[in-house]
């Protein structure tokens, strides 16, 4: 079986059950890509990312023991790998440098 759901034309009942679903998910191997995991620092990138970047992205920072609640270089950089965007671009390269410094 294969579905595709577009969340955009659900009703909205039915968008927040799936978004308080996906939210008891965060944090586990079931995580659907719908719900925020991340630290306001990350909005901008990560709530246009498509489901799939989400998934990648937080499948990953389990894997590799990141919380995503913190703002650090190797977040940073996990986004940018998944993204296919240099970190430089994405939050500049005086703030990249800082960050890669204090870690």
Known sequence: M???INLEVLPWDAT??????DKSFVGTPNYMGVAYFWAHEYKHLLRDATISQRRRIHNKALDLGLDFCEVGVKQWELIG????????????????????EAA
């Open 81 to 100: 790998r998944v993204l296919r965007m240099p970190v430089e671009e994405m939050i500049g390269k005086e703030y990249y440098k800082k960050l890669k």
């Open 2 to 4: 294969s579905y595709a």
């Open 16 to 21: 927040v059950a799936i978004l308080n679903l």
